[in-house]
């Protein structure tokens, strides 16, 4: 067989505690390739890495951005001190999940802040079913504009993206390790893919959820735990009502503030 003849030494690092990913791959040049003829480089490491994002203390929602080798809740949240509940479109309930998905988004509770890490190959698309009403999607290894989902068929109306911290707010940014409502009006699918290499700058993620209609009223409802709940009212009935529309109410003893009608 050739043998490789390498003269290159790598140094990677990495630094930081939240929200960065990080890939390596290294290939042989066709000419380091003694005794065959090669293409213009030969793959010769992949590395796998891990995706790590905080999580508050209490429920959040979270998916899987990599592709492990292990999709049991616990090997992905050891530290979750619930199970991972998973939300029916159909029957409007939640159940009980031993084993994750990617493309799939879950509600789960910690015991207090701490910083998640998923271990896994890179995953930059996804195609996700969704069904008419609320679902719940997960997101990929790297950050995606929420304009960047295509939804099919094309004719398949929905809503924005509404992400939880203490409370609901619409997303611009589907950011890793996250889950994220939305709202769609008949059974299809959502397709989910990395745009290229997209760097998305500090700035830009945190207005994530900044977005909101105009021409509103708000009201922001908070209580002594800390969640926070900001509410629209207006005259007359809007032209898109999912632009409107409040997701579901998480898991038992989650903060809620809504509208009764």
Do not use: C
Request: charged fraction near 15%; glycine fraction near 12%; avoid cysteine.
């Amino acid at each position: 067989k050739p043998t490789p003849r390498v003269n290159r030494v790598y140094s990677v690092q990495a630094a930081g505690d939240s929200g960065f990913t990080a890939s390596l791959s290294l290939h042989y040049l066709g000419s380091e390739v003694i005794g065959a003829p090669l293409p213009d480089s030969m793959l010769i490491l992949a590395m796998r890495f891990a995706v790590r994002e905080s999580v508050a203390g209490g429920w959040n929602m979270v998916s899987v951005p990599v592709l492990p080798d292990d999709y049991r809740k616990i090997k992905l949240y050891p530290a979750a001190v619930s199970n991972a509940f998973r939300f029916n479109s159909v029957t409007s309930t939640y159940g009980a999940r031993d084993t994750l998905a990617t493309g799939e988004g879950y509600w789960v509770k910690f015991g207090e802040d701490t910083v998640s890490a998923i271990v896994g190959a890179v995953h930059l698309a996804e195609t996700v079913k969704v069904s008419p009403g609320w679902n719940i999607v997960g997101t990929l290894t790297e950050p995606v504009p929420a304009e960047a989902a295509v939804f099919l068929p094309a004719s398949l109306n929905h809503g924005p993206f509404y992400g939880f911290g203490k409370g609901y707010t619409a997303a611009d940014v589907l950011m890793p390790m996250k889950a994220y409502w939305v709202n769609v009006s008949d059974s299809g699918s959502m397709v989910l893919s990395v745009p290229g290499s997209l760097l998305v700058p500090n700035a830009a993620l945190s207005a994530a959820g900044r977005t909101r209609p105009e021409g509103y009223g708000t009201i922001t409802i908070s209580d002594a735990a800390g969640g926070i709940q900001e509410l629209r009212f207006g005259r007359g009935k809007p032209a898109a009502p999912n632009q409107y529309r409040m997701p579901p109410p998480g898991p038992g003893g989650l903060f809620d503030a809504r509208f009764a009608t």
